[in-house]
């Protein structure tokens, strides 16, 4: 493969602009979607050259389309248009520091959870009180996940093991901060032993600092083209066309600051917290108890300076905002690292008579939280049903006849909190599973230590509940596909007629149609598990202030069967949990070193970070801001330099980039551009999930600006589904189902059994090349009628709507 020579193509920025040719040139730009591929694939070549780009993400070419004028040769390339391959994969399946990613996915969901509010015009302010909340939920799953490498390396390890002689005699290497040993050390006190621990917990704050500006710098810098603002999300349902929606480098800087100073304040207030309760309750000198009452208030005060940050206006995406925050903002985190480091010679004070017993004030901190949280998602619930009601006839496509919304968003609007629980409940899965399993390691089941807060051990025991309820949910929608299977079995007799019939065949095809409708039960079992979740973390909450004990002591002198089934959930629940947190650290260690594995987990980053972080700075970045910019360079500066008819053809995640890509034209490009989408999930997914970007309104807004446009599925297709435009939009948009397999038997076409290709190979049907060559056919006259006006003008290529 020729890729260390570099073409530079006609179009491109550094190029000079030559007079448009004829109106045979064409170009199709094609898009891939999730898992990525290579470029020999795209293109049917082995013999491909990059055309523009670097290593991250690219366009390429066939070599025997690089010279500068193989628009203008078609019998070259079977009549057809040159083809070009944007290639982005790498953007998300990269190196094996990627696999440090998955410590990201709480906040990679609550993320999610910002883009997912339900559509609503006019309702500015309500629409912003949605976005804070959900800021407020990412910001305590930082703190969340900060207190419990507290929890593990201070509480655990520091204070209870260090200072228990039996678990220091099983871990050797503790043996220096023991002060039950004849020659204890100076790290022996119990506030010098928290200090040291504190360096574990500053150290994953700034692991996440680093891991956030690395990326910002690489994705979130990235220039958009500079144009006027357009867009009016009021009247065209979406604000992805407007000029800054791709470049959100202000606010997750912001952002970024704000939860990294939120970090360290957390690690200082759990090694400041103890030295102070000491001061006060034994009377020690009143320099310490004066300088104790300082540092909390002044902990005090930089949270309430974090909340103020995190409260601020948020995303500004009317225009390329180039500004930076004052000098308090960004000095933020160092501000917190100074009182952090203030903290840790006030707990490293000696302090003799100072001796660690029992835990660590842990219930309180990861009890507030989990109140906070839960507070938040009911906050995020009230908001949503509001925007939701509220929400026009046209953005929801229609109502019924008692006036209330037609179901195609997903969960009637409640699909943005429902994520935001189920990102607090993985982060809650995350801290618990790692303190339980490193209090099992430290102590084994010799109780020598009181291990974990008991809220963690509560949090554990509700697991298995929640798995009954899964496997009754996952019953009922087994239940539902065999029903279908049968459907679909008498569907597919009809489809394919005559020759004879294989009943295993049959099956199979009709097996495939239902597996993949299981898609459109997802908002289900979402909403089923997110409220299942936040009814059992109310009860663990409740149980664990009532009782101060964990389940099984609680439900000591209860029934007998009660107090066996505490028991056992108590013992599956932690058990679980540890396994849960075993198997999260060797997918991680395997995707670090297997590039296979590393690609599977980029395909679940495909779909979560094609967002940008407006909610968490901390979640994986967003791929978007890089592939979105790149493909309008590319569409516009081709158009300028050649005025030839453009297929923008995009499979899977590859149709919403390009859509998104489309809505960020100019106007007048926009309307010389053909979109053709295939296995697309536009409407299927991002339309029901993503309303406010991706409803009705906005779909049919981006049919209006573009020349054209076509969409083709399957039926067997878990992932793409049709566009669903309203009124006579539809058919015009919307191929009818594609057939798959192409014939049910052997024919003189098919000699050998055709495969059911469901999400794949969209390109091996006839019908794509049809629908293509339609496309390039209606562009035609468009392009015809736009040049007279170019040299009219004497312009550089571009046309006027």
């Given amino acids: 493969m020729e890729r260390a020579r570099e073409h530079a193509v006609d179009g491109e920025p550094g190029s000079p602009v030559r007079r448009p040719g004829t109106a045979g040139s064409a170009l199709e730009l094609l898009v891939h979607g999730v898992g990525g591929t290579t ?13 523009t780009g670097d290593a991250t993400a690219a366009v390429f070419r066939r070599a025997d389309d690089t010279d500068t004028d193989a628009e203008e040769r078609p019998g070259d390339h079977g009549g057809g248009p040159v083809r070009e391959a944007y290639v982005w994969c790498n953007l998300t399946s990269g190196n094996g520091a990627r696999a440090l990613w998955l410590l990201l996915l709480p906040f990679m969901v609550v993320n999610l959870a910002h883009w997912m509010r339900p559509a609503s015009h006019g309702h500015g302010r309500t629409v912003r009180l949605y976005g804070l909340l959900v800021r407020l939920a990412g910001l305590t799953l930082t703190v969340l996940l900060v207190a419990a490498a507290c929890e593990v390396a201070l509480d655990l390890a520091a204070w209870q093991c260090a200072g228990t002689r039996l678990c220091v005699r099983n871990h050797s290497w503790l043996g220096f901060l023991s002060p039950d040993r004849p020659d204890a050390g ?41 144009r006027a603002a357009e867009h009016d999300e009021e009247t065209d349902g979406t604000g992805l066309g ?23 304040l957390t690690v200082a207030a759990a090694v400041g917290s103890p030295a102070a309760h000491h001061d006060r309750a034994r009377g020690g000198p009143a320099v310490l108890e004066v300088l104790g009452g300082l540092l909390n208030a002044t902990l ?39 009182l952090l480091a203030l903290t840790l010679v006030y707990a490293g004070w000696s302090r003799p008579h100072w001796h660690s017993a029992g835990r660590l004030p ?77 209090a099992d390691w430290l102590d084994g089941t010799r109780h020598s230590i009181p291990g974990p807060p008991v809220l963690l051990t509560w949090q554990a025991s509700v697991i298995p509940p929640l798995l009954v309820v899964l496997l009754v949910l996952t019953v009922l929608l087994a239940r539902r596909t065999w029903r279908l299977r049968r459907q679909e079995a008498i569907a597919v007799e009809r489809e394919y007629p005559g020759g004879p019939r ?27 598990v997110s409220s299942v979740t936040l009814l059992l973390g109310a009860c663990a909450l409740a149980g664990s202030l009532v009782t101060g004990d964990a389940p099984a002591e609680a439900a000591r002198g209860t029934n007998g069967f009660v107090h066996g089934a505490a028991e056992t959930a108590q013992a599956l629940g932690s058990w679980l949990i540890g396994l849960g947190f075993v198997l999260f650290v060797t997918w991680g260690r395997r995707a670090y070193k297997d590039q296979a594995a590393r690609r599977t987990i980029g395909i679940l980053w495909d779909v979560g970070t094609f967002w940008p972080r407006a909610a968490h700075p ?44 489309a809505w960020q034209l100019e106007p007048a490009v926009r309307g010389r551009v053909a979109l053709l989408t295939y296995g697309s999930p536009l409407e299927r997914l991002y339309g029901r999930w993503f309303p406010a970007h991706f409803g009705p309104a906005a779909l049919a807004s981006l049919h209006r600006e573009v020349a054209c446009w076509r969409n083709l599925y399957r039926r067997t297709d878990p992932i793409g589904g049709p566009v669903r435009l309203p009124g006579d939009c539809g058919p015009e948009v919307d191929h009818e189902p594609l057939k798959d397999p192409l014939a049910y038997g052997r024919t003189e076409r098919q000699p ?28 035609l006259p468009q392009v015809s009628d736009q040049r007279p006006r170019e040299d009219a003008q004497g312009s550089s290529g571009r046309s006027s709507e």
């Fill in 39 to 51: 470029p020999e694939e795209m293109l049917n070549d082995p013999r491909t050259v990059r055309i």
């Fill in 186 to 226: 100076w790290w022996s006190q119990p506030g010098r032993r928290l200090a040291l621990a504190s360096l574990v917990p500053a150290a994953l704050t700034t692991l996440l600092w680093y891991l956030s500006h690395r990326t910002w710098s690489a994705y979130e810098s990235q220039q958009p083209m500079a």
């Fill in 242 to 264: 407007r000029p800054g929606f791709w470049y959100g480098r202000r606010l997750v800087a912001r952002l970024r600051a704000a939860h990294t100073a939120a970090g360290f």
């Fill in 300 to 338: 005090v005060a930089g949270g309430a300076v974090v909340l103020w940050v995190v409260c601020r206006r948020g995303r500004s995406e009317n225009r390329i905002d180039h500004g930076r925050d004052p000098a308090l903002v960004r000095r933020l985190p160092l501000g917190s690292l100074a």
């Fill in 362 to 438: 842990g219930d309180a901190t990861f009890g507030g939280l989990t109140l906070a949280q839960g507070l938040l998602v009911i906050a995020l619930c009230v908001v949503a049903r509001t925007l939701h009601r509220t929400a026009p006839p046209a953005v929801d496509g229609g109502r019924t006849a008692d006036g209330t919304p037609t179901p195609r968003t997903a969960m009637r609007g409640f699909a943005g909190p429902a994520v935001a629980m189920l990102a607090c409940a993985l982060g809650g899965v995350m801290s618990g599973g790692v303190s339980q399993r490193v």
């Fill in 502 to 528: 294989d009943a295993s065949r049959t099956r199979r095809i009709a097996s495939t149609r239902a597996m993949a409708a299981l898609t459109d039960r997802a908002p289900l079992m979402v909403g089923v």
């Fill in 618 to 661: 901390f979640a994986p970045p967003c791929y978007a801001e890089r592939a979105v910019p790149d493909l309008t360079w590319r569409m516009a500066t081709w158009t300028r330099a050649t005025g030839g008819r453009l297929v923008l053809s995009g499979h899977s995640q590859g149709s919403v980039l390009a859509a998104a890509a």
């Fill in 752 to 779: 050998l059994p055709a495969p059911i290709l469901g999400h794949s190979d969209y390109q091996a049907d006839p019908v794509f090349a049809a629908e293509r060559e339609l496309l390039l056919e209606r562009l």
